[in-house]
């Protein structure tokens, strides 16, 4: 089998936004899509934890682009295993073009925990092992997220179209409701070049949960998710910069 | 050129709902996707529409399903042309399994509109004629829906997230608005066998739009939108069944 896992797609025109540009939640959805199938396909996938009343859990993403995949585009997402401790496993990912160029990059951070008591598990031993390589992902690992105290709040309520199987708010819709807080004259100005996310806790069905949003500065923007208990269930970083004028990759 | 266009999707996990079926939006975004595909093959697509400042305008569409397509499905959708009046035309579909078994009909109507004027143009002549087909749709044209006086209200405000490429609320999102008003008890219980939407007027970002949802029977819903001006800009009928039970196909 080999190290790196990759999934081929074609950008649909419904996948983009109003600027032609790939959704950032269904380029989060993708990343998890090929993750799922790499794990899959060696053996330390869902549906092998599953049986053994164990789960996945991502714990924090971040994602660099220079380039926003647009309609009828091909794009190759890939991913491979960095490094296992005990009990965190970090997942790379290269996002590129048909032709080879790389537009982006992502790093995640993954538990495994016991689907009964929610506690982390360890991961030593259960296969990752033999699939560990060291592939370049020259984009910074997700920092820590300070919270703010001053914010700009709105909210939103956890509705039918957010939930996934566990009847939880999906990855991908944490990444919608978050990224709604910006006008469409933000987007139209600016590029997302590097979003970070951090789940701390599960938002359930028909919950009301803050959206908190903080300008740090033109370019970048804190956005922190709370429950109706006031407590933090999310929080993400968002740096813009001007069309093509990524720093970073 | 083939008289029917074909799209063939493997159901992605992060394409279904809470109970592991594919959501209504995504099905009804690869009827637009199929149909698009057909009409941009066959030279009468938005592309070329484009370029002489026209565009398609989806105005009414009816769905029904006896069965839902679940995650690692192989789904096809099909999408031919009935008929042509001179400022409508009536596109059918079929969702099969990949095994060849109809699990679902769709009937749309579209109309050819002028983007400055916004006004209906004429159909005739611009090369839909020979794709005309008596393949069968067994399912009942969408009906008038009747805006009843009594409703339980709700709204939400048109994000980033909402909009597409004209900035209006994109045609996927307003099913996913109109579903959410169900809870997750309903869904456990009943499927949707049939959905029917009218297109009226567009939503627009920042907007906010009230959602008006009438309890006709336990089975039957009608669910209305209407915008700050209290104009309705979208009717639909949402028919549930218990499991299996589609009474229609």
């Given at each position: ?13 419904f996948e ?9 939640s ?7 899509n090929v ?17 053994e ?6 714990s ?7 380039e ?55 991961l ?26 001053k ?8 509705k ?41 806790d599960e ?31 999310c929080?993400?970083k ?11 990759i």
């Amino acid at each position: 089998m080999e190290i790196v896992e990759k999934l081929q797609v074609a950008v649909q025109p419904f996948e983009v936004d109003f600027r032609g540009k790939m959704t950032m939640s269904l380029i989060v959805n993708n990343l998890l899509n090929v993750a799922g199938t790499h794990a899959n396909r060696r053996g330390f996938g869902i549906s092998r934890l599953n049986e053994e009343g164990h789960t996945w859990v991502l714990s924090r993403l971040a994602l660099e682009l220079k380039e926003f995949p647009k309609t009828d585009d091909n794009i190759v997402f890939e991913t491979w295993v960095e490094s296992l401790m005990r009990t965190f496993t970090l997942r790379n990912f290269s996002i590129k073009k048909e032709d080879g160029n790389v537009i982006g990059y992502a790093r995640t951070i993954w538990a495994m925990i016991d689907t009964t008591t929610r506690k982390p598990l360890n991961l030593v031993g259960i296969g990752i092992e033999p699939y560990l390589t060291d592939i370049e992902c020259p984009i910074e690992k997700a920092g820590k997220i300070a919270v703010p105290d001053k914010y700009e709040e709105s909210s939103f309520t956890v509705k039918y179209s957010d939930v996934d199987i566990n009847q939880h708010l999906n990855s991908a819709k944490y990444v919608e409701h978050i990224l709604d807080v910006f006008t469409l004259h933000k987007f139209s100005k600016w590029n997302i070049q590097r979003f970070e996310i951090e789940f701390i806790d599960e938002c359930f069905f028909d919950e009301t949960i803050k959206v908190c949003k903080t300008e740090i500065t033109e370019t970048e923007f804190v956005v922190i998710l709370k429950n109706n208990q006031d407590k933090v269930v999310c929080k993400s970083k968002i740096l813009f910069s001007e069309e093509n004028k990524n720093h970073y990759i």
